[in-house]
């Protein structure tokens, strides 16, 4: 069974930092890219960050570039997101995926399981 669970999201004024966390089961992690996507309502699902097996490259959605870093932990099968300078334009439910492969990447119908999200609200 693979699982990912994410959590770390909350209220926020903007300006502020959260951090989210994604943990995924057993062999769910192991040799494979992880990303971060986020879906606002109306609005399709977009991508955000992603980092390779290794964690030794990142890659981010101009959106957030700068203000967003996406870091893992394989020890601990975790993959996180810090976001930082927060902005009401940040406001979605947060999706962490597993990528087919090993490097990182964008295109949303390369990622074949996903978490069940978790909100991030940012107040003006």
């Known amino acids: 069974q693979v699982q990912l669970v994410e959590s770390g999201g909350g209220l926020v004024q903007a300006g502020g930092s959260l951090r989210l966390s994604c943990a995924a089961s057993g062999r769910t992690f192991v040799g494979y890219a992880m990303g971060w996507f986020r879906q606002a309502p109306g609005k399709e699902r977009e991508f955000i960050a992603s980092i390779s097996w290794t964690g030794g490259s990142t890659y981010y959605a101009n959106s957030v570039k700068g203000r967003f870093t996406i870091s893992r932990d394989n020890a601990k099968n975790t993959v996180y997101l810090q976001m930082n300078s927060l902005k009401p334009e940040d406001t979605a439910a947060y999706y962490c995926?597993?990528?087919?492969?090993?490097?990182?990447?964008?295109?949303?119908?390369?990622?074949?399981?996903w978490g069940q999200g978790t909100q991030v609200t940012v107040s003006s």
């Open positions: 995926a597993r990528r087919v492969g090993r490097y990182a990447g964008s295109d949303y119908s390369d990622y074949d399981y």
